[in-house]
């Protein structure tokens, strides 16, 4: 019997599990996706695919779940150096152009990563578009959710649906990276009250990223976080070990390579699948 959400059940493993679930299937290609997704979850789902950004809308009589895919691969974050740690303090901006209204909306001083949110307005018209004609056609309760970068696209999804007057149920996140300011984040709070859910694997070093320095860090996370596992050291353990080679507390130069290093010696925490299996063990 396929898993099951429960809409009344804030917070719960089973609505975890699942989601975990579709943040899964959410790397696979659609042929292989599709099936599984009905299998599994009992979801009809659809590709949405522009340039480098995906997501699936799936749907049944009683949910409809929208699902942004990750870095290109479950097992890897190599691509997501940049967005995470070099251009980290040069891509956190006030959004401009289409999207620039709407984020406006989370007041004075907000700030936003300007890679997450590109990635976004690639792949937007089309999701709001499919998601737009479901709820029309049968209007149920909306999950967003993803891993890692489709984490990040989770929670700037949520807050563009909301703008456009489509009501978010919750949004639940798996090893998502911080997308903006903490004044940002504020907002992201007050918008959704109770209906953010981060699941962070405490070994698992990208929920701690984008960084700027090993002093200060401009960027925030929403408030409800979800640790699962055991701590492998915080991010200032995990920084500490290179920070005797900073200058004034500064990531530049080489030491951005030191600091991937270390992330990249503790990634297996980040891999969807460990998620998964912890979210399993979790009462």
């Known amino acids: 019997m396929p898993m099951q959400l429960d809409e009344a059940a804030v917070g719960s493993r089973q609505n975890a599990q ?3 679930v579709a943040s899964d299937l959410a790397y696979l290609p659609e042929r292989e996706a599709a099936p599984r997704f009905r299998d599994d979850l ?3 789902a659809k590709l949405v695919s522009r340039d480098n950004t995906q997501a699936y809308i799936a749907q049944n ?3 409809l779940v929208v699902v942004f895919r990750g870095t290109e691969s479950p097992t890897s974050i190599d691509g997501l150096k940049d967005v995470l740690l070099t251009d980290a303090l040069n891509l956190l901006i006030v959004p401009e152009g289409r999207m620039g209204t709407d984020f406006i909306a989370a007041g004075v001083g907000a700030r936003f990563h300007q890679g997450f949110i590109n990635a976004l307005t690639e792949i937007w018209d089309p999701v709001q578009a499919a998601v737009e004609a479901e709820q029309k056609r049968l209007e149920r309760p909306l999950w967003v959710t993803g891993h890692s970068l489709g ?4 929670l700037l999804a949520g807050w563009l649906f909301q703008r456009k007057f489509v009501r978010v149920h919750q949004i639940c996140t798996f090893g998502a990276p911080m997308i903006g300011n903490t004044i940002a984040s504020q907002a992201f709070d007050k918008e959704f009250p109770g209906q953010i859910l981060r699941y962070v694997n405490l070994a698992d070093p990208v929920p701690n990223l984008p960084t700027l320095s090993l002093i ?3 960027y925030g996370h929403c408030l409800t976080e979800v640790p699962l596992g055991t701590a492998m ?7 500490g070990q290179i920070a005797s080679k900073a200058v004034d507390g500064l990531l530049k130069g080489s030491l951005l390579d030191d600091v991937w290093g270390v992330i990249l010696s503790r ?3 980040h891999f969807i699948v460990n998620y998964r299996a912890l979210i399993e063990k979790k009462g």
């Open 42 to 44: 009992g979801l009809e």
């Open 233 to 239: 050291g915080g991010a200032g353990e995990l920084f």
């Open 216 to 218: 200060a860090n401009e």
């Open 267 to 269: 990634v297996d925490g």
């Open 18 to 20: 699942f989601l975990a």
């Open 151 to 154: 984490g990040a696209l989770a």
């Open 61 to 63: 009589p009683q949910h």
